[in-house]
Nanobody, 126 residues
Framework: QVQLVQSGGGLVQSGGSLRLSCVAS????????MGWFRQAPGKEREFVAG????????NYADVVKGRSTISRDNAKNTVYLDVHDLKPEDTAVYSC???????????????????WGQGTQVTVSS
């Protein structure tokens, strides 16, 4: 497993943008697919975006498709999530996660991830 430490988030106005970062410790980061999830109050955790070890394969939830980008810098052991045109319904705790599946397998299931960041609150004001 890897340890994941997140940064970014906070209070953003509707229509604004943000970047979330997730730094991993451990030498296996570059071999892992990574994902971002979010959980809004009273709702289950949901998949936001994921990418393969090289970044060549990406997958986005419909709710953010077209206005978000997931990327990674393996030299920096970091994965990013950029979200634009934020909406109040994007308000949630966002968490990065490292996959326990194959490095090219970008899963939408929380059960396929075995290392999680601490979570960061994103609040979008209307």
């Amino acid at each position: 497993q890897v340890q994941l430490v997140q940064s970014g988030g906070g209070l953003v106005q509707s229509g604004g943008s943000l970047r979330l970062s997730c730094v991993a410790s451990g030498s296996t980061f570059s071999e892992k697919a990574m994902g971002w999830f979010r959980q809004a109050p009273g709702k289950e955790r949901e998949f936001v975006a994921g990418l393969s070890w090289s970044g060549a394969i990406t997958n986005y939830a419909d709710v953010v498709k077209g206005r978000s980008t997931i990327s990674r810098d393996n030299a920096k052991n970091t994965v990013y999530l950029d979200v634009h045109d934020l909406k109040p319904e994007d308000t949630a705790v966002y968490s990065c996660a490292a996959s326990r599946r194959g490095r090219n397998f970008v899963s939408r299931l929380t059960a396929d991830y075995d290392s999680w960041g601490q979570g960061t609150q994103v609040t979008v004001s209307s």
